[in-house]
């Protein structure tokens, strides 16, 4: 089993930072992608940024050079950089881990509300 502990959310005005962070413990062997994920009231979930064990990075159009994803592998780590929120960012951000295998697992997500 794996379990993922999100945390840094909160509400920030417009054009402000956040970094989240998720911390996986637990059978973490095997882990091949981390992600963060986002699910806005009335929308389905989506995929924000994802980082590969190799360390390579994707993001979705809409953050592309607002948010950073990034893993400490010695603490377990990933994070997600946010920089010049906007209000349709607001959303539960949830994190992903990937095994090898295909299993999936996720956090129980972090609220990031931000103000116009």
């Known amino acids: 089993q794996v379990q993922l502990v999100e945390s840094g959310g909160g509400l920030v005005q417009a054009g402000g930072s956040l970094r989240l962070s998720c911390v996986v413990s637990?059978?973490?062997?095997?882990?091949?992608?981390m992600a963060w994920y986002r699910q806005a009231p009335g929308n389905q979930r989506e995929l924000v940024a994802l980082i590969t064990s190799g360390g390579i990075t994707n993001y979705a159009d809409f953050v592309k050079g607002r948010f950073t994803i990034s893993r400490d592998n010695a603490k377990n780590t990933v994070y997600l950089q946010m920089n010049s929120l906007k209000p349709e960012d607001t959303a539960v951000y949830y994190c992903?881990?990937?095994?090898?295998?295909?299993?999936?697992?996720w956090g129980k997500g972090t609220l990031v509300t931000v103000s116009s």
């Open positions: 637990g059978s973490i062997f095997s882990i091949n992608r």
């Open positions: 992903n881990v990937v095994r090898v295998s295909g299993i999936n697992y």
